[in-house]
Structure formats: C-alpha cells, structure tokens
C-alpha cells in the first residue's frame, strides 16, 4: 500500500504524475520523518538523531493516489553554506513549480515555537500563495521557551487556520492529518 518512490536531488528528477501531493518541511530535527512514519503506520521514512539526514526529495507513494514529500530540512544542520543555499533553492522550486502540491505542512517543534527560517518560509508562501498548515510536532514534550510567537491566519495570509498538534511518539492528533492526506 505504501511504496518507497525514491530519492530525488533535483526538482527536475521527479517523477512526473497525476497524484496529488503532500509535502512536509521543517527545521532539521523537528521530526519530519518520524511524523510521517506514524500517519502512515509503517516506518518508511528514514529517522535519526543527528539533524539534516534527510537530504533529497524523498516520495512516498499510499495507494497509488497520493504522494508524501519528505523534505530536507533547514536551519540547524552541520552543513556548509553553500550547500545549504543548494537545499533552500531546491525548495523554492518545488514549491513554486509543483502543481500536484495540495498542501505544504510546516513543522514547527512546540518545544521551541516558530524561528526566524520557519517564519522566512512562512513569508514566502504568503508572498507566492503557496497553501501551507502548521503542525506543531512533540507536544507530549515540555516546552522549554516562554513568550513564544503565536501564529495567526491574519498575519499569514496564505496559511491554513487550523493549527495542528501532534505527537509521533504518543500518537495523537495523527488522525486529522490522514484524513486530509487521505490515508486509511
């Protein structure tokens, strides 16, 4: 049902097909593959401690009907400069050149709240009326700042109301994101 598609260094290099996309992005460590491992029940996606092991456009394909993007993440991985510019521009173009993208997740850990790269995300989906959600990860974990920002639709227009919360290790709020994703 849930089939590895491969992955991909350049926008250019994926596979072009009819099935709509959902695509998840967040600073290294936020939990990205680990989130996607739980909606979809299997551990698919590769997980590590260490940030910034996800390095390509990885594709999932559920059912034959439905792709799930794991993308790198930014902002906390030991990489270079220049290579962190390579992974920012890659994203830009999937996101500006992808017309299967039905929704963009941003992650955001509620331990910490928004930073700096996931509001410069945020703008620039405003900025490109690119539709994203934003899905707090680990909220079974203390948050460790106070005073963190709050989101709101007003400010960001190009976002979502509906502020997600979940947790891939205690396996809550997963069952709203299935069923927007699709997923059984």
């Not at 963009?104 to 405003?126: N, Q």
Request: charged residues 25%; glycine residues 6%.
């Amino acid at each position: 049902m849930i089939k590895f598609v491969g992955s991909f260094d350049t926008v250019a290099s994926l596979p072009n097909t009819q099935f709509s996309e959902y695509a998840f992005v967040g600073r290294s460590n936020v939990g990205k593959s680990s989130l996607i491992n739980a909606i979809l029940g299997e551990k698919v996606a590769r997980t590590s401690n260490t940030p910034g092991r996800t390095q390509s456009l990885n594709l999932f394909n559920y059912a034959d009907k439905t792709m799930i993007v794991d993308l790198p993440g930014y902002g906390f991985a030991r990489v270079s400069k220049v290579e962190a510019m390579r992974w920012l521009n890659r994203l830009e173009e999937y996101l500006l050149n992808r017309s299967q993208l039905r929704r963009l997740f941003v992650l955001i850990d509620s331990r910490i709240g928004p930073k700096d790269s996931d509001l410069d995300l945020m703008d620039f989906c405003d900025k490109n009326g690119i539709c994203y959600q934003i899905v707090y990860t680990k909220k079974d974990k203390k948050v460790r700042k106070n005073n963190q920002e709050t989101l709101s639709h007003e400010n960001h227009p190009a976002m979502i109301e509906n502020i997600l919360e979940t947790s891939a290790e205690k396996k809550f709020g997963l069952q709203e994101l299935r069923d927007i994703i699709g997923v059984k």
